[in-house]
């Protein structure tokens, strides 16, 4: 059960492509840009796209949504307190003098807790709110998908509308550190880490912080 890491759009952002291999289902997290990269990825690798899901609105992970959904016809899922963000992202991405196409309506909104279907596989939805209000990640087995809530050696930036950090910091260590320590993390950016490592080490959320 090994996903498929894709680093897309000016930002790099990690999109992650997961997929049950008894049947091919896949999700895709955080598209940020580069739809035609990701599509052929899953033409390659003969996969079904059944849930397209953001971990939070920024625009550097949403950019490749519209593209998405109309090709695979996919439902699109965001926590509910970050569809403002998603409404928002081309505004936003023009701050940063960037562009960004703007992101259908999410088909439906996501809770905490709540576990989602992926052919044999089960998906749980953590609401880690903090760099966002509606930030999540997601856990597959061993698979965490943290967004922008955990990375290797940080966290996310919380100086952003919306950001809490020390609310961030409660929920990484409440709902994430205690997962078990071989839990490899994929963040929304940089390279994969584990929570043995993180709770270690993190500087901002580990033991000795």
Do not use: W
Not at 120 to 145: D, K, M, Q, W, Y
């Amino acid at each position: 059960m090994n996903p498929e890491i894709l680093p897309v759009g000016p930002l790099q952002v990690n999109c992650a492509i997961f997929s049950c291999p008894e049947t091919g289902e896949a999700m895709i997290i955080d598209p940020g840009d580069d739809g035609e990269r990701i599509l052929e990825l899953v033409r390659r690798a003969g996969l079904q796209v059944k849930l397209i899901v953001n971990t939070h609105g920024h625009f550097d992970h949403v950019g490749a949504n519209r593209l998405l959904v109309e090709k695979t016809g996919a439902p699109l899922l965001i926590h509910a307190l970050d569809v403002p963000l998603l409404q928002r992202a081309v505004e936003h991405a023009a701050l940063y003098g960037l562009k960004a196409v703007p992101s259908p309506e999410p088909e439906r909104t996501l809770n905490d807790g709540e576990v989602l279907s992926l052919g044999t596989r089960r998906v749980e939805v953590i609401h880690t709110p903090g760099h966002s209000p509606g930030g999540i990640c997601l856990l597959a087995g061993n698979h965490l998908f943290s967004g922008d809530s955990l990375f290797a050696g940080s966290i996310g930036r919380t100086d952003l509308p919306g950001g809490d950090h020390a609310l961030l910091v409660a929920k990484v260590r409440q709902k994430l550190l205690v997962l078990p320590g071989e839990t490899i993390v994929h963040p929304g950016h940089g390279p994969d880490t584990t929570i043995a490592r993180e709770k270690a080490s993190n500087p901002f959320v580990g033991d000795r912080a």
